[in-house]
């Protein structure tokens, strides 16, 4: 099955730098990817996604990046505030309509 | 718009019991799934609908039964309740599964999900 993996488990940064929070995917046929905000005791919220034909793309504030030749995507939030703490999943779509979820990053953000 | 609701909040099976979490959509989307998530970990697809009367299994199906009778409905049975299926169980819709060229026809919406402990 897909590998959706994060490098790192858990992500602590001071208010008011940036963020990168990481994602290596495993089949390369994967089209579309997403990523998911998840606060505690709520369901995820989507952030931001891209298509496989593009390897950037900026919302307000983030920015994912997707780098197809080694299968890795990363999410960039800038000018990281408390209400970004939460988990960060990735997720790509490579069968039909289905979606595989990473593991997720816990993001921390000291004041 | 109330969204993606989802009942009960949460529930404790006993093993064997079988029971049925409900979800509800009014955004008129025609994809819906259903995920479980298990602690510390992502989020894993159970079954999936692309309209009323279609269905399909996910990435985890077993002990688990669908229907869709109505575009607004997708509730998700669990027969005979055993330990593993212990989760947190997440219900969403989307206008398209990610095949359009408009992200926000993609945008998955959740529910608050059911957090069901099986004893």
């Known amino acids: 099955g897909e590998s959706v993996g994060l490098h790192l488990p858990t992500l602590s940064v001071q208010e008011g730098d940036n963020s990168i929070i990481n994602c290596a995917y495993s089949?390369?046929?994967?089209?579309?990817f997403i990523w998911y905000k998840q606060e505690s005791g709520k369901g995820p919220q989507f952030i931001i996604d891209?298509?496989?034909?593009?390897d950037k793309r900026q919302g307000q504030r983030v920015t994912v990046l997707l780098n197809k030749t080694v299968k890795h995507l990363s999410l960039q939030i800038a000018a990281t505030q408390p209400g970004d703490s939460a988990v960060y999943f990735c997720a790509d779509r490579y069968t039909g309509n289905q979606f595989y979820f990473g593991t997720g990053t816990s993001l921390t953000v000291i004041p | 718009n109330a969204g993606v609701t989802q009942t009960p909040k949460f529930r404790i099976l006993k093993i064997g019991q079988s029971m049925t979490l409900q979800c509800t959509q009014d955004?008129?989307?025609?994809?819906m799934y259903w995920y479980r998530q298990d602690p510390g970990m992502g989020l894993k697809l159970i079954y999936y609908s692309v309209g009323a009367g279609i269905t399909d299994k996910g990435e985890v199906p077993n002990g688990y039964n669908v229907s869709r009778s109505t575009t607004e409905d997708f509730p998700l049975r669990l027969e005979l309740a055993a330990p593993s299926q212990t989760s947190v169980y997440f219900c969403?819709?989307?206008?398209?599964?990610?095949?359009?060229?408009?992200?926000?026809?993609?945008?998955?919406?959740f529910g608050p999900g059911t957090r069901l402990t099986v004893l």
């Open positions: 969403a819709s989307s206008l398209w599964p990610g095949t359009s060229g408009t992200s926000s026809y993609n945008e998955q919406f």
């Open positions: 089949n390369s046929a994967s089209d579309y």
């Open positions: 891209i298509r496989s034909n593009m």
């Open positions: 955004m008129n989307h025609n994809y």
